[in-house]
C-alpha cells in the first residue's frame, strides 16, 4: 500500500470531481428560461461550451503576451459563440451574465461535502481549479464546501495540467510536493500532478459528460489511492 | 448612516484585529520553554519582535530586485538578530522554527469567532494580512476562524498599506472595490482602504500591545462603521 502519511494537505480538482457542473447546468438553464420564455437545446449548448474549455485555455497559453484571462471571462466568450451557432435568440447583456454566473452554482455530487468535512477534521483542504477565485469561492457557498482556502490557477496565472499550478499551490500551502496529495477524477491531471512529486487520488465520476462520457470510467495510472467516493478517500486518510 | 448595502464581502487584518498575537504569543513561549528548560524573557522578546515588523517590511519594498520574500521567513530572519541581543542561549534548528510557528498559532479574540460565523452567513469573508497564506490556514484551523478564502499580501507580493494589497483583494473577489469592505483595528489600513474606494470598519483592540500601546484606542477616521468588536459589526451589517 503507498505511504500517504507524509500529506498534510489535499487540493481538489473541482468541475466534475467535487460538483456535477452538466447536471446542475442544465437543470438550472432548464428553469431560469421557462420563467424567461426562452426555448433553447440546453444540454447542447452545455455539452458544446465543455467542448471548447480546453481550446479556450490553449489559446491563452499560446498567447503569453496578451495576459493571463480567467475562467469566467473565457466562459463568457465561448457562450457567445455558441449562441450564434445554437440561434438562440432574445438573450440580452443580464441573460448572457446569469448563464456565465451559472458555472458559480454547481451542486456538488452526494457524497462529496461529507467526505469533504471528514477529510477536514485532519487535514487542510482546498480546489485547485481553473476556476477562477471568485467563480471558486462563489461555488463553496453555494454548495456548502467547506474549504480551508481557495487555491486556483488565477493565482499562478497558468491553467492545469501546466506545472506553474501544482507547484504554486505546494509553495503558498508551505510544503514539499510530497506533502500535498492532488484528488481528481481525471487522469491526466494526476499524471501531471505525480510528475512534479504530488501523491494522488483517483475517484470515478462516470457520469460527469453524461452519454458523451468517453474517458476516465476508471483509473489508468499508479495513483496512491483509487476510491469510490470522497468518503472512502476519507476513510482511507485515517478520517 | 454610511451607505454599506453595496458590501458583498468583508475582508480583515489578521494581526490585532482578528487574533491577539502578544497574549498568545508570551504565553505559548512561556510554556514551551518551562519544558525546555530554556529561560528568558518573553514579554521582551515578543514586542521586540513586533517592534521590527514595519521595518522588515520596509526592507521587501524598498528592494523589488531581490524578490518578495513571506513574512514567516522575515519572522525567522527577526527573531535570530533578537536572540542574540537578548542573549539567549541553548535555541537549536527545531526551537527557532518552533518560536517561529508561533505565529502560526494565535487565538482569536473572544468575539472573532462569533461574529466571522454571524457575517459569513450573508457575506464573503476572508484574511487580508500580511500573514503568508500557509500561515493564514494554519492560524484559521488552530483558531477556527471561518473563513471563505484566504487573501494574502503573498498573493501580491505587496505588503499592506501598500495599493496592489486592497485592489488585489478586489479583483479576486471580481468585485468593485466598493463592494469590499476593509474591518481593521489600525486607522492607516483604513486609510489605505478607504483611499483606493473600499468600505470600512474599524473595531478598537486597546489591549493589542499590552502596556505598549500608543495608538488606535479609538476610529480615527471617517469610517462606514465603528463598533465595539465583531459581533456589533454583524448586527450592523444584518446578520
Avoid at 5 to 10: E, I, M, N
Avoid at 101 to 119: A, I
Avoid at 203 to 224: I, M, N, S
Wanted: proline fraction near 5%; include cysteine; hydrophobic fraction near 40%.
Amino acid at each position: 500500500m503507498p505511504d500517504v502519511s507524509t500529506v498534510k494537505a489535499l487540493v481538489f480538482d473541482v468541475f466534475g470531481t467535487v460538483v456535477d457542473w452538466r447536471s446542475s447546468l442544465i437543470a438550472d438553464f432548464t428553469t431560469w428560461s421557462a420563467t424567461r420564455g426562452i426555448t433553447a437545446d440546453w444540454t447542447g449548448l452545455v455539452d458544446g461550451w465543455r467542448a471548447v474549455y480546453a481550446a479556450s485555455m490553449d489559446e491563452v497559453r499560446k498567447h503569453p503576451e496578451r495576459g493571463y484571462v480567467i475562467l469566467d471571462t473565457l466562459h463568457r466568450r465561448s457562450l457567445e459563440k455558441l449562441v450564434a451557432q445554437h440561434s438562440i435568440s432574445g438573450l440580452n447583456e443580464a441573460d448572457l451574465h446569469y448563464l456565465t454566473m451559472g458555472w458559480h452554482r454547481l451542486h456538488p455530487w452526494p457524497d462529496s461535502v461529507s467526505g469533504l468535512t471528514r477529510l477536514k477534521t485532519k487535514y487542510i483542504i482546498g480546489p485547485l481549479s481553473n476556476g477562477n477565485v471568485a467563480l471558486l469561492t462563489d461555488m463553496a457557498k453555494f454548495a456548502g464546501l467547506p474549504w480551508d482556502l481557495v487555491l486556483s490557477a488565477e493565482l499562478f496565472e497558468h491553467y492545469k495540467p501546466d506545472p506553474e499550478t501544482y507547484l504554486g499551490a505546494a509553495r503558498l500551502l508551505g510544503l514539499p510536493p510530497e506533502q500535498v496529495m492532488m484528488v481528481a477524477a481525471h487522469n491526466h491531471d494526476l499524471k501531471a500532478a505525480q510528475k512534479l512529486g504530488l501523491k494522488t487520488a483517483f475517484v470515478a465520476r462516470p457520469t460527469e459528460y453524461g452519454p458523451l462520457q468517453k474517458y476516465d470510467f476508471e483509473a489508468k495510472g499508479d495513483w496512491d489511492i483509487v476510491a469510490k467516493d470522497f468518503n472512502e478517500i476519507a476513510g482511507r486518510m485515517g478520517c
